[in-house]
């Protein structure tokens, strides 16, 4: 544990919510089964390996590096933190284990993100309300949307699979002048328009808490969009397998994308590479460019890029004479 341990001792006072430790690129041995995150003023701890009889011992541990490290950054202050297990057989179930190891988690717990706010939730399920490894994506879309901002009819976003709608809220910030959520939980969705309320933000965003694939008539009819981005589930039993069912995204963007528009596919999957989206982007959409692949947080760093989260840009075809 003992790149976990020098990552406690040497980290930061955390005020956006980030990772602090990635052991799961593998890039530390001994360490692939844990990661630190913070979602201030909470860390998260988890475990992706089945509880031991040297857990207790390993979360004392780690407790006491926490605890002595919290006492530098912050002085007085009550360190609180959340160990959550989510062993393979957890997680295939859908379930994890949580445990409130010491403080207490704000209730309505909110996070800032490069001047965001998100609500999150730690003590429950497996997601809690962001997803740190997408920071750069966010980041993205803001700087994309800022770009567009100008544009004489206003750049118009379609966010597929939004979950909590942060993509949603960071364009909207950055200039966007529409955006259109969509995704089939209705508990998703409405965490999304509370952001939205977080974030001051009270025009330009509509929620539909619909199955993506028998919505395209409503979805189609919103556009064409400036930008469109495909976050799904790699596996999620009854609406989305990625093996399956990205190819039936695909074929819709060319319909779907204004000329010269963005797509922003990604994909967090470590069993499936690059390959597996571009040669399908390839054959399904040939007529989008593919134009680049978003870095990820450097702390998300992996042995093997290829199992990292995916995030790829393509663009549609220009209308003649448009370029630039």
């Not at 980290?11 to 089964?33: K, S």
């Not at 100008?150 to 002048?177: E, H, I, P, W």
């Not at 409503?218 to 069912?245: E, N």
């Not at 998300?300 to 995916?310: H, M, S, T, Y």
Request: proline letters at 6%.
């Amino acid at each position: 544990m003992q790149a976990l341990l020098d990552a406690i001792a040497q980290m930061p006072l955390p005020t956006d919510a980030q990772r602090i430790f990635h052991g799961r690129g593998g890039r530390f041995p001994g360490c692939e089964q844990w990661t630190l995150d913070a979602y201030p003023p909470v860390f998260v701890l988890t475990s992706f390996l089945p509880a031991g009889d040297e857990t207790e011992a390993q979360l004392a541990t780690i407790g006491a590096a926490l605890a002595r490290r919290w006492e530098t950054l912050a002085p007085g202050q009550p360190l609180n933190w959340v160990f959550q297990c989510r062993n393979e057989a957890l997680r295939t179930q859908g379930r994890t284990e949580t445990r409130l190891m010491a403080g207490s988690v704000p209730d309505p717990h909110g996070v800032t993100e490069q001047g965001a706010r998100f609500k999150v939730h730690v003590l429950r399920g497996q997601n809690h309300g962001l997803f740190l490894d997408m920071a750069e994506g966010r980041r993205w879309v803001r700087d994309y949307a800022a770009a567009r901002s100008a544009d004489r009819y206003g750049l118009k976003v379609l966010n597929l699979f939004a979950y909590t709608c942060a993509f949603s809220v960071v364009a909207l910030q950055a200039g966007a002048r529409q955006v259109v959520n969509v995704d089939m939980s209705h508990g998703a969705i409405a965490i999304g328009q509370q952001n939205h309320q977080l974030n001051g933000i009270t025009t330009g965003a509509s929620f539909l808490a619909h199955d993506i694939f028998s919505s395209w008539g409503k979805i189609t009819r919103s556009g064409p969009y400036g930008l469109v981005i495909v976050d799904p589930p790699s596996y999620q039993k009854g609406s989305f397998v990625a093996t399956k069912d990205y190819g039936r995204l695909m074929r819709r963007l060319p319909d779907l994308l204004a000329p010269g528009g963005h797509a922003l596919l990604c994909l967090n999957a470590p069993e499936l590479g690059m390959d597996f989206l571009r040669s399908q982007m390839q054959e399904l959409a040939p007529e989008l460019k593919f134009v680049e692949r978003v870095a990820n947080p450097a702390v998300f760093a992996d042995v093997d890029e290829g199992r990292a989260l995916k995030v790829l840009v393509y663009q549609a075809p220009e209308l003649p004479g448009q370029g630039g």
